[in-house]
């Protein structure tokens, strides 16, 4: 069963702009993150927002990707601005969502390719 169903991954020339989401089917939702895994590399936390919207990115994005979300939605979105090949990677959405019994469950998303090349 699919908890966190992501979307908006693709093929981008250098320079150029995605948007990532991510939508919990959880009955709520508290802290949302993204992470890649670049080739070669560690799988590496990217940005985090909390449900009150407080937010964190590395420092690799600062500048250039935006995290946002809709509570209402229970949807996290990741804005990437001005892609470098480095880039590169599986992004992949992660999230405690509450279920029936009102208790937390950590989930991780399938992941989206990201891809930036000329």
């Known amino acids: 069963q699919v908890q966190l169903a992501e979307s908006g991954g693709g093929l981008v020339q250098p320079g150029g702009s995605l948007r990532l989401s991510c939508v919990a089917s959880?009955?709520?939702?508290?802290?949302m993150r993204w992470y890649r895994r670049a080739p070669g590399k560690q799988r590496e936390l990217v940005a985090t927002?909390?449900?009150?919207?407080?937010?964190t990115y590395a420092d690799s994005v600062k500048g250039r990707f935006t995290i946002s979300r809709d509570n209402a939605k229970n949807t996290v979105y990741l804005q990437m601005n001005s892609l470098k090949p480095e880039d590169t990677a599986v992004f992949y959405c992660?999230?405690?969502?509450?279920?029936?019994?009102?208790?937390?469950?950590?989930?991780w998303g399938q992941g989206t390719q990201v891809t930036v090349s000329s």
């Open positions: 959880g009955i709520r939702v508290r802290d």
């Open positions: 992660n999230a405690d969502l509450m279920d029936s019994a009102y208790l937390f469950h950590n989930y």
């Open positions: 927002i909390t449900r009150g919207g407080s937010t």
